[in-house]
C-alpha cells in the first residue's frame, strides 16, 4: 500500500504556517472546551494541519472566513 500524498491544501497551509512562523498552542480554553465537547459525547480532535489553521487566524494572518474555506476545502481532499 502506497503512502498518501499531502492534498494541496494541508501543503498550502504548512506553507503559510512556516512563512509566518506560526505553531498551534493550545490555550485553557481550548482545554475547556475540548473536555466539555467530550463530556457531550462530541469528541472532537483536531490534526495538525487544522490546528495550524488555528494558529494562523488567531496571529492575524488570515481571517475567520478564510479559516473556514480552507478547512472545508482540505477537509473534503482528505476524505477517502
Not at 503559510?16 to 473536555?35: C, F, K, N, P
Not at 495538525?48 to 472566513?65: H, K
Amino acid at each position: 500500500m502506497s503512502a498518501r500524498r499531502p492534498s494541496q491544501t494541508a501543503v498550502y497551509i504548512q506553507g503559510l504556517a512556516e512563512q509566518h512562523h506560526i505553531t498551534y498552542e493550545q490555550t485553557a480554553s481550548d482545554r475547556l472546551a475540548h473536555h466539555i465537547t467530550r463530556l457531550a459525547g462530541d469528541d472532537v480532535n483536531f490534526d495538525p494541519v487544522e490546528q495550524m489553521l488555528i494558529g494562523l487566524q488567531r496571529a492575524g494572518r488570515i481571517d475567520r472566513a478564510t479559516m473556514i474555506r480552507l478547512q472545508a476545502r482540505y477537509l473534503r481532499e482528505i476524505r477517502p
